[in-house]
């Protein structure tokens, strides 16, 4: 993560919420308030972090004491709030992390399983949700509460929320009861059986002879399981 200013137009800060303090007893950053902040950016309790190891990796050639520097008028005034952190305006609030990506929209719910890709997911997971995001399963209301929802650090102190289905037998039954084509509730079928759910046969699963669409997407994903799927490439040939 790059430090950004804050309301001031500099970058220092008196208190910071850590986001990801475990220890016992702590509250893992969903309490209490985060100062110096922007309305697209509350500073992160990682923020010192990023500045020393861009500098000692020769990132950068500036090396900033955060907690050195004086707190800036903002500051002052959220600091004479009173110590109850449900009185934080909510400019200086980081939202709690969700457990579940419930209320997401069924795109925001492709994003973040899709990021949970790129961060390394394994090949059975990556060709499920391959599957997964191709249906309208994630548009449906209540699916969120299958998956679950995780911030990862990543690069340069970077959080990184993704989701991941939390019971793919679940989806499976979830799909049976909802309003969408049969063709989707055989590719989540598909999908689970890849994800680690319940097995599949794949002669009725996968038979989408008037879908060509959706066979090439099991294609892909049959590709995606094999470690394979970024060697070869799908070419349609004109039907006679």
């Known amino acids: ?34 100062l110096c902040s922007t309305p697209e950016r509350p500073v992160w309790g990682s923020d ?3 500045i ?8 950068s050639d500036t090396c900033v004491d955060i907690a050195a520097l004086p707190p800036c008028a903002e500051c002052l005034r959220v600091a004479e709030l009173p110590a109850d952190p449900d009185a934080a305006p909510p400019l200086h609030r980081r939202a709690p992390r969700p457990d579940f990506a419930s209320g997401f929209t069924g795109d925001e719910i492709r994003g973040v399983l899709d990021i949970d890709i790129v961060t390394g997911a394994s090949l059975g997971r990556r060709a499920a949700v391959h599957l997964l995001t191709f249906t309208k399963i994630p548009d449906q209301p209540g699916f969120g509460d299958l998956v679950g929802i995780m911030d990862l650090v990543w690069d340069m102190g970077d959080i990184v929320r993704m989701g991941q289905v939390t019971d793919w037998a679940a989806v499976v039954g979830f799909a049976a009861d909802a309003d969408v084509p049969d063709r989707d509730r055989r590719m989540v079928a598909v999908a689970a059986s890849l994800g680690g759910g319940p097995p599949v046969g794949l002669e009725a699963a996968v038979a989408f002879v008037d879908d060509p669409a959706a066979a090439r997407r099991a294609i892909e994903a049959i590709a995606i399981a094999t470690g394979h799927g970024d060697r070869w490439e799908l070419t349609e040939r004109p039907t006679a």
């Open 1 to 34: 993560m790059t430090p950004r200013p804050c309301t001031d137009g500099t970058l220092r800060h008196l208190s910071v919420d850590l986001d990801l303090d475990d220890t016992p007893g702590a509250d893992g950053g969903e309490k209490g308030l985060t």
């Open 48 to 50: 010192q972090w990023a």
């Open 52 to 59: 020393d190891i861009a500098y000692n990796l020769h990132l």
